[in-house]
């Protein structure tokens, strides 16, 4: 089966979850601040998601315990949150997924709190500058390898690499659909795009070696060399012309 292309119908659904989607992470970026604790915010997240008539859409997925996924500094992704309290100087991965009547978006940003390192600041720059040009690469007739070709070249530009286990992907009627879309990759190559369709394209960026492992609570992914890292993550549909950032805030 190939990647779903969607109908407006299906589009209306999605951007409405998308647009809740973009409206949590902007509260979020207005609460995240030294002394927070993870589960403080996750709770935060679940609340409001479900005030506006959605539903949390990792909770449950796979077996995830919490709302949102929350990583700091060596965390990459999937953080759970728990007791940990966010510090000065903490780059701080708020990963979302909003479901609107059986309809998903997904979208991450990485924020940073109080005065952070330039190795920080720098990856923070680098993950959404990967996203940016990527989004650019989105458009109908080019491949999914030039999204990850596009990522893959800007994290050089900027010295960092991507973290290469973990890939985006469709997204709208499931959480996750094909294609899977590698943070690395070759232009010209993979699956052609089409209007209609919706990624979640998310590049994650360190100043390590790109290795990762699993932590112990069996969810958090870290930096095998205890870099820090950042990732961003838009839900984006594929028009005639410039391709629509759903969830934009
Ligand atoms: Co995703």
């Not at 996924?69 to 965390?75: A, F, G, L, V, Y």
């Not at 990522?151 to 991507?162: K, N």
């Not at 979640?200 to 930096?223: F, L, Q, R, Y």
Request: aromatic residues 6%.
């Amino acid at each position: 089966m190939s990647t779903i292309v969607k109908t407006p119908s299906d589009i209306a659904y999605i951007r409405h979850a998308a647009r809740i989607l973009a409206d949590v992470l902007k509260e979020v970026e207005n609460r995240i601040q030294p002394g927070i604790k993870t589960n403080e915010l996750d709770s935060f997240c679940n609340d409001m998601i479900l005030s506006k008539g959605c539903v949390p859409a990792f909770k449950g997925y796979r077996g995830y315990p919490a709302c949102v996924c929350i990583s700091i500094n060596d965390q990459v992704i999937h953080g759970l949150p728990g007791t940990s309290i966010i510090q000065d100087g903490d780059i701080v991965s708020v990963d979302i997924g909003v479901n609107y009547s059986g309809y998903y978006a997904d979208a991450a940003r990485t924020f940073s709190v109080g005065n952070i390192s330039r190795e920080k600041a720098r990856l923070i720059t680098a993950a959404r500058k990967c996203l940016e040009l990527s989004i650019k690469k989105t458009v109908p007739g080019n491949r999914v390898g030039d999204i990850s070709w596009a990522i893959q070249d800007s994290a050089r530009s900027f010295g960092v690499l991507t973290v290469n286990e973990y890939s985006g992907h469709g997204v709208g009627i499931n959480l996750h659909e094909k294609p899977h879309i590698p943070n690395f990759g070759k232009p010209g190559t993979g699956e052609v795009l089409k209007k209609g369709m919706i990624l979640a394209i998310e590049p994650m960026v360190t100043s390590g070696n790109g290795k990762v492992v699993t932590a112990e609570d069996g969810w958090t992914v870290v930096t095998q060399d205890g870099s820090p890292s950042a990732h961003f993550e838009d839900t984006v549909l594929i028009t005639d012309d410039e391709p629509i950032v759903l969830t934009e805030f």
